[in-house]
């Protein structure tokens, strides 16, 4: 994989979707297996490329000509939301989603929002160390999973 200063960030084509899908659906599977994804993974493919990335926000990290990263953000009542932030396994811990993550920190209004799974340990310290803080926790009722999930915030400031 080309080094970290190779990872260059654009806009989501839809011609990105496949790639889009292939990172999105390889990060779940392999660090969200107590997660199992509602939905096919051929209804995945279409809903990215049909719903998310037509309806803009999407933001791809590429590492040479492939791409290793997707984040999705929108906005909703005030509130920018981080949709979705998921890295091919091969690219975790290379400094990518941190750049992504600060990305979203300078083009957004705060305040920013997330969900994340409870059990997703690692996703939550990530967020933590980038200034999130957690404002609701809950059983996970409302969301597909049916996992207990946490709503973090973003607020500016150190």
Same mark, same amino acid.
């Given at each position: 994989?080309?080094?970290?200063?190779?990872?260059?960030?654009?806009? %989501?084509?839809?011609?990105?979707?496949?790639? !889009?899908?292939?990172?999105? #659906?390889?990060?779940? *599977?392999?660090? &969200?297996?107590?997660?199992?994804?509602?939905?096919?993974?051929?209804?995945?493919?279409?809903?990215?490329?049909?719903?998310?990335?037509?309806?803009?926000?999407?933001?791809?990290?590429?590492?040479?000509?492939?791409?290793?990263?997707?984040?999705?953000?929108?906005?909703?009542?005030?509130?920018?939301?981080?949709?979705?932030?998921?890295? %091919?396994?091969?690219?975790?811990?290379?400094? !990518?989603?941190?750049?992504? #993550?600060?990305?979203? *920190?300078?083009? &957004?209004?705060?305040?920013?929002?997330?969900?994340?799974?409870?059990?997703?340990?690692?996703?939550?310290?990530?967020?933590?160390?980038?200034?999130?803080?957690?404002?609701?926790?809950?059983?996970?009722?409302?969301?597909?999973?049916?996992?207990?999930?946490?709503?973090?915030?973003?607020?500016?400031?150190?």
């Amino acid at each position: 994989m080309p080094s970290l200063l190779d990872t260059r960030f654009r806009a %989501a084509t839809t011609s990105d979707a496949q790639a !889009i899908a292939d990172v999105y #659906l390889a990060a779940r *599977k392999r660090f &969200l297996p107590f997660a199992p994804l509602a939905h096919s993974d051929d209804d995945v493919r279409h809903w990215i490329r049909t719903i998310l990335v037509p309806a803009g926000g999407v933001t791809v990290a590429e590492a040479g000509s492939r791409i290793v990263g997707m984040m999705a953000t929108s906005c909703a009542e005030s509130v920018n939301w981080l949709d979705h932030l998921y890295l %091919a396994p091969d690219a975790v811990g290379r400094g !990518i989603g941190s750049r992504m #993550l600060e990305r979203a *920190k300078g083009e &957004l209004s705060t305040p920013i929002r997330l969900y994340t799974f409870q059990a997703n340990t690692a996703a939550c310290r990530f967020y933590e160390r980038h200034g999130f803080h957690p404002i609701a926790y809950s059983d996970g009722d409302s969301n597909e999973e049916k996992c207990p999930d946490v709503l973090y915030e973003w607020r500016g400031g150190a």
